[in-house]
């Protein structure tokens, strides 16, 4: 266990709907980041959030948003979805340290 | 603009041999480096970093080299295992802030008997 927590590990939906995924961060930690990955390509960064703000953002659809609440964690929110955006979607979370990121075990999103 | 390079997707060793995993930035600020292995149906896990004032880290059986003035860097596995089989990514930072990580795409090794 890695510390930093997704829910739910696998979703699938129909071509149109939303979804929202859920992460925890590793205790401590301010920062939290998502990232995609498709087809076992590489991590695509979506944006990063630092204590409730948002920080960075990457190749992020504007059918995308995100969020982080007070208690730190975050949610990504994927509306209007489309077959492409079947992907694993991972979190991490960050305090800046030796060892970079910690990633959560990610949400396998199918879009049918 | 690709700031990290991983040009090889796949490598595939025999167990017990070595494995070169190679990875070329083109940012001169990155000062901190890091490899992280991905398995399947997991997230990345922190494997090894390097910073930039060393040419070399070792743990165990993974060492990772830094050539500054190639901006290149290598993970080397010796002796190779089948457990090693994964997705190995490098990223790198600016000013030892690992707060802003950049990824490689990552290269797929195969370990086989």
Known sequence: DSGVTQTPKHLITATGQRVTLRCSPRSGDLSVYWYQQSLDQGLQFLI???NGEERAKGNILERFSAQQF?????ELNLSSLELGDSALYFCASSADSLYGYTFGSGTRLTVV | D???KQNS???SVQEGRISILNCDYTNSMFDYFLWYKKYPAEGP???????????????????????????????????SQPGDSAVYFCAAS?????????FGTGTRLQVFP
Do not use: C, M, W
């Open chain 1, 48 to 50: 990063q959030y630092y």
């Open chain 2, 45 to 79: 896990t922190f494997l090894i970093s390097i910073s930039s004032i060393k040419d070399k880290n070792e743990d165990g059986r993974f060492t990772v080299f830094l050539n500054k003035s190639a901006k290149h860097l290598s993970l080397h596995i010796v002796p």
């Open chain 1, 70 to 74: 007070p208690d730190l964690h975050s």
């Open chain 2, 9 to 11: 997707p796949s490598l």
């Open chain 2, 94 to 102: 600016e000013q030892f802030n690992t707060d802003k990580l950049i």
């Open chain 2, 2 to 4: 690709q700031q990290v």
